[in-house]
């Protein structure tokens, strides 16, 4: 069963002035989240949104469940071409540029201190990082060994490519005491 948690109490739809129909105040990239989740990850998944590691790293979505701990993390960049050295940015007045830092380094940065925090807590899962670029749907890769992707269909795709590796329910139970301690 996958289990969304969110730390906040969610504030109460909103209604528009002249009409009966209430405006639903859940993201369109949270819902299709959720939906390719649920396609993949029937049972024994948890998602979490916004986790915050630190006053300037923020993970949007952490998923725990068999198969370990998946961060998807996002970048808003209009990359128009990537490789593992540089990155090329769309920048409208001149161009092309290159974007520092590299976005791939922040995401490897952010897996590397998820995996140091939990083994302090003495909690050892395959954790893996995704970053999703949805403003950079004509992105071009080169060499990339991070995972990256458009939309959250990627994110499906990358879910079910990695083996299993049984992570057991005690340990998936404490990565998610964790997860839902840092949230905002």
């Known amino acids: 069963m996958l289990q969304v948690m969110t730390a ?14 209430q405006v639903n105040t859940m993201t369109h990239e949270t819902d299709a989240l959720c939906n390719e989740i649920r396609h993949v990850c029937r049972f ?5 949104e916004r986790i915050r590691l630190t006053e300037t790293i923020i993970i949007p979505f952490a998923l725990i ?11 808003d960049a209009v ?32 897996v590397q201190m998820v995996r140091k ?4 807590q003495g909690i050892v899962i395959p954790i893996h990082g995704i970053t999703l670029f949805p403003n950079a749907p ?17 994110v499906r795709a990358f879910i079910v490519s990695k083996k299993p590796s049984p992570v057991q329910e005690q340990e998936r139970k404490q990565v998610a005491f964790y997860l839902a301690q840092q949230q905002e």
């Open 8 to 21: 906040s109490v969610p504030a109460p739809p909103r209604r528009r002035f002249f009409a009966s129909k």
């Open 117 to 120: 925090t939990l083994k302090k």
């Open 138 to 154: 004509q992105m071009r890769t080169e060499r990339i060994k991070f995972p990256t992707g458009h939309t959250f269909k990627d």
């Open 44 to 48: 024994d998944w948890m998602l979490f």
């Open 65 to 75: 469940g068999p198969k370990g701990l998946f961060l998807v993390l996002q970048n």
């Open 79 to 110: 990359v128009k071409w990537m490789t593992e050295e540089s990155c090329h940015v769309i920048d409208p007045m001149h161009g092309k540029k290159v974007f520092s830092p590299h976005p791939i380094n922040q995401s490897k940065r952010i």
